[in-house]
């Protein structure tokens, strides 16, 4: 501006000084005078007059100059800021309201506008920084917020108006326009906009918000994929089992859910997507919840001795969390779901290596009945449970150090009785297995894990993590089997060679792991620059005890029964240590690259042996020396290496990052049993990444990502060795079995309209595999065995799509979901390579209808059609099943509640499962509150009232479908007493309604 003043005066200067004076000072006669007066007079009024004129027009030029410079500048302001205003009870624009921008730095008014007549505004600043915000319209309540001018543009969205007059009648918007947010990858649901009835737990809170859903058992799905853990505040609150805090926290006590994908600590600290995510749900307390204790105790009775108690108490002190939990039941209403079971080293599964060169190994449902009970209750048969757990976690000295903790104990024993049908689509026949069963399992385990975080500075930081557990576990199975092949189609009627099979198997087992990581992490002055250490450690034991009885009848063969006594050893083992360095360093301002490198030590042993007995029972006549058969003991030394290089652009909308990490792994494997003979080997693997991220706006999100991962073969799969624990099903490791190579691309799409309260969210994935582990099945007579070998072809995908609305003004949500999935496995049998084509299709609408503290109502079905194909053309498999959830209650007077809820399933049935699993169960309960504020309840509920609850799980997995039944919970009452407690300190804030915000933050 000053250099706008310099040029006008450069331009026009001040005229120079008159020739004459106002005051006259010539002399003159009086003659002389007369004669000129006239002419004297009229020019000097003239020169008086111009002279006037002049002085006034080149003030006026100057003021003008200075108003075009002044216009000049205001236009050339680079930063500009828009929006719109929105009535939000009636969804209509606010034409003509006031809009200011005041600077926080000295209260100047900066800009001044109003909305036009779609409500829409732009105001313009001069220089970046922070301002005062404040939108005003006559009748309304000023809408203020603070915000901090960066960019360019500055794009605030649709900003929501409420009339003062429904503020003064305590009106309460509960969809109101901050009920949902996004910010970045992070969808954020205010709690109190979803209006839960008094006394509900965090899952029935979880059940009304877009875009989540939780199943019957507990499950819980957001957006399309499953959640692997719970936090409360950012903390890991009993994490390993989410169903703890599902039904322990009261839904009363959270703000904010975050539902996003956890990163690891080293993508959260250096920025650089690693491929690391964990579907995960935080939950954000209220204040007021952080100023004292709050919790629940649930006790309950019921017929034919059912039982149910559980309590949880939560105090919070400002940084300090701490809870204890425990339950004691014989009901379905509450199970153990931890998610350790592969740190126990137990179990069979796909062993994958980390870009770091770590191994991680992915549990699969196993036929080793050896492996030890995993201590998971999943809904078979009839549980008994004793569980508990205490959580700490604490910060001070500003937050500097960070402590958390939790500890766990469980004791679980479930009985089964079932039927398995199990059907095989070979060659030139069907063989289907009937198998009646019988098991008892009991165990207990303990857990507990550790953290601690050292901010050294503000660029330094250490941090420890440990977990820990120790389990034992007992189980007790018998089999009745029988097997026949049906010639042809599977269609046929008339089954050939049937075989029995009688088995007992008996398991003992004890196992223990304890993991260790220290990251050492730093970050320089140089805004991107960083280099950080990750050191690991791993140990897991696990020992399995156990006896195999089998006896096989085998009529129209020349051995027609075969009889087995073995005892079984089972032990693994494992111990590595890793280390990680990673350098990140900015290229430009808006690219950083990235540069790891590593080692991992692993040793580790699986010893598998048998010895057998000619005893027919039980007993302690068992041989000496190892059946070389059914027996293997190996070591493996493993020694890997890795490096990689990644980078990482990020530009205002666009999150874009790609690279590479390449890893050799140095096998030196021991075959102690046949004289130790030592095998060396190695594999090359290599982890390609890229990653696209598009922030549409500020409520829709698109990525895309792609993912190259190397899968090696586990120790089971390459031990040369027969697992006979189903003799007329046996399992053959492989050592020549090569690592397999996956790509993975996928995508996914949000978008939500909240002033529409449309809901949009979408995702979808396909994998293809390269050298694929899968199988070739050779039949022995009456007996099929499966090899592990490598093939070509195998691919994957899954889709998902969800959409939903709310009805105009009612209270009235309905929306639809629609999941697809496809495998293509390529499998060998009897020689001849068969490819399995499985499809499955589900889609269900969906209604929701609530009005608070009245009504509220659930009704979901949905139809599933699975498609199973061989090439092979002897059998093909298709089948639908259909569900309807319908689910409601009702607020009476006196604080009375009613309500019920109706699951039906009907299954299509085929020609091999022809047995009608057709199910309707039906729950209804009636509810007293008392006290003021409904705190304390008793509930009486009736559960499965028409008494049709079947236990029934169907799958298909390439040429092998799979049909169990089982016993379960059916048809009982039961009488509950609940009451949730809480204390607030005096002074503390009051419990924050559901109103709408003024303030954006």
């Not at 965090?202 to 989540?212: A, Q, R």
């Not at 890793?578 to 590593?598: C, D, F, L, Q, R």
């Not at 003979?677 to 390609?688: E, H, I, K, R, S």
């Not at 699993?917 to 509810?927: G, L, P, R, S």
Request: net charge positive.
């Amino acid at each position: 501006m000053l250099l706008c003043y310099v040029a006008i005066l450069s331009a026009h200067p001040l005229p120079p000084k008159p020739c004459f004076s106002p005051t006259f000072t010539y002399s003159l006669t009086e003659s002389d005078f007369l004669a000129n007066r006239t002419a004297h007079s009229f020019t000097t009024v003239f020169n008086h007059f111009a002279f006037s004129i002049n002085i006034r027009m080149k003030r006026l030029y100057l003021l003008l100059s200075f108003i075009v410079c002044f216009v000049v500048q205001g236009m050339a302001q680079p930063y500009l800021i828009r929006g719109s205003v929105t009535d939000t009870l009636n969804a209509a624009k606010l034409p003509m309201a006031s809009v200011v921008l005041i600077r926080s730095w000295d209260s100047v008014i900066e800009a001044h506008t109003r909305t036009n007549g779609a409500g829409q505004f732009e105001a313009r600043v001069r220089k970046q920084g922070k301002y005062f915000f404040r939108v005003t319209f006559p009748g309304f309540a000023d809408y203020i917020d603070n915000i901090n001018v960066k960019k360019s543009v500055t794009d605030l969205g649709d900003l929501p108006m409420i009339s003062k007059s429904l503020l003064l009648k305590e009106f309460v918007l509960t969809q109101q326009v901050s009920a949902i947010k996004i910010k970045g990858d992070t969808t954020e649901y205010m709690a109190d906009s979803f209006k839960v009835k008094e006394g509900a737990t965090v899952e029935d809170l979880l059940k009304k918000l877009p875009g989540i859903q939780v199943d019957k058992n507990g499950n819980v799905v957001a957006q399309g994929e499953t959640v692997q853990k719970i936090l409360v505040d950012g903390e890991e609150f009993f994490s390993d089992d989410p169903k703890v805090v599902m039904k322990g926290l009261q839904a009363d006590a959270v703000k904010k859910v975050q539902v996003y994908d956890k990163k690891s600590d080293q993508a959260d600290f250096t920025g650089i997507d690693d491929g690391q995510k964990t579907r995960t749900i935080n939950l954000e307390l209220k204040e007021d919840k952080k100023k004292g204790y709050f919790g629940k105790v649930d006790a309950g009775g019921g017929s034919d001795g059912y039982f149910q108690e559980q309590g949880m108490i939560n105090s919070v002190r400002a940084k300090r969390q701490l809870a204890a939990f425990g339950v004691v039941s014989n009901t379905d209403k509450v199970g153990l779901g931890w998610r350790d079971n592969d740190k126990f080293g137990a179990g069979n599964g796909t062993t994958e290596i980390t870009e770091d060169g770590a191994f991680v190994t992915n549990r699969n449902s196993t036929n080793d009945d050896f492996g030890g009970w995993d201590g998971k209750y999943n809904g078979e048969g009839f549980p008994r449970t004793w569980t508990g757990g205490a959580h700490y976690a604490n910060k001070w000295d500003e937050s500097k150090h960070h402590v958390a903790g939790n500890y766990r104990f469980a004791r679980q024993d479930v009985n089964v009785d079932g039927t398995t049908q199990t059907q095989y689509n070979l060659t030139d026949s069907v063989r289907v297995s009937d198998t009646r069963r019988h098991q008892y399992s009991m165990g207990d385990r303990h857990g507990a894990d550790f953290m601690y975080e050292w901010k050294v500075d503000s660029n330094t930081s250490v941090k420890v993590t440990s977990n820990a557990g120790v389990k034992q576990t007992s189980t007790y199975t018998r089999y009745e089997t029988q097997n026949y092949f049906q010639a042809g189609t599977a269609d046929s009627n008339t089954p050939k060679d049937t075989s029995l099979n009688d088995r007992t198997i008996t398991s003992d087992g004890n196992a223990q792991f304890l993991n260790t990581d220290l990251l050492l992490r730093r970050k320089f002055s140089k805004k991107g620059r960083s280099l950080s250490l990750d050191v690991k450690e791993n140990y897991n034991e696990s020992k399995n005890t156990g006896i195999l009885l089998s006896d096989i009848i085998n009529p129209g063969i020349a051995v027609p029964r075969i009889s087995i006594n073995q005892k079984k050893e089972n032990n693994t083992g494992t111990m590595a240590f890793s280390g990680k360095v990673t350098y990140t360093e900015p290229i430009t301002k808006v690219m950083y690259a990235e540069v790891n490198a590593g080692s991992t030590v692993n040793n580790s042993t699986a010893s598998n042996l048998s010895y057998d007995s000619s005893a027919t029972a039980i007993g302690d006549k068992y041989s000496d020396v190892a059946n070389p058969l059914f027996s293997t003991d190996y070591k493996y030394n493993i020694f890997t290496y890795s490096g990689g290089l990644n980078f990482k652009f990020v530009y205002e909308k666009i999150n874009f990052s790609f690279g590479s990490d390449v890893n050799r792994a140095e096998y030196r494997q021991t075959d102690v049993l046949r004289g130790g003979t030592v095998t060396p080997y190695g594999f090359t693997n290599l982890f390609p990444k890229a990653s696209f991220t598009y922030r549409v706006g500020r409520q829709t999100n698109f990525n895309i990502n792609y993912r190259g991962n190397t899968t090696a073969p586990t120790i089971q799969q390459m031990l040369p060795f027969q697992v006979n624990n189903d003799p007329l099903n046996t399992v053959e490791g492989n050592p020549a079995l090569r690592q397999s190579f996956s790509n993975t691309v996928a995508a996914r799409f949000n978008d939500f309209k909240i002033l529409q309260s449309r809901f949009l969210w979408a995702n979808v994935s396909f994998t293809t595999v390269s050298n694929a582990i899968t199988t070739e099945q050779t039949t022995r007579g009456s007996s099929i065995n499966t090899k592990y070998i490598n093939m070509d072809g195998n691919y994957n995908g899954y889709g998902f799509l969800g959409y939903g609305f709310k009805i105009g003004k009612s209270d009235f949500m309905v929306g639809a979901q629609l999941n697809g999935s496809v495998y293509h496995v390529n499998n060998m049998i009897d020689g001849i390579k068969n490819t399995n084509d499985n499809m499955a299709i589900s889609f269900g609408p969906y209604l929701n209808y609530d009005k608070e503290d009245k009504f509220e109502f659930r009704w979901n079905p949905q139809i599933s059609y699975n498609d199973n194909t061989s090439t092979n053309g002897r059998a093909n498999t298709n089948y639908y099943i259909f569900n309807n959830d319908l689910n409601g209650s009702v607020q009476l007077p006196k604080k009375f509640e009613v309500g019920s809820s109706v699951d039906m399933m009907f299954r299509q049935k085929t020609p091999i499962f022809t047995s009608n699993n057709n199910v309707i169960k039906w729950n209804a309960y009636i509810e007293k509150k008392f006290l003021k504020k409904g705190q304390l309840a008793t509930r009486f509920s009736v559960f499965d009232i028409l008494n049709q609850n079947l236990g029934f799980s169907r799958n298909a997995s390439g040429n092998i479908i799979t049909q169990n039944s089982y016993g379960t919970i059916r048809r009982y009452a039961m009488l509950n007493v609940i009451w949730n407690f809480a204390h607030t300190p005096a002074g503390a804030p009051p419990p924050q309604g559901g109103g709408m915000r003024m303030m954006r933050k």
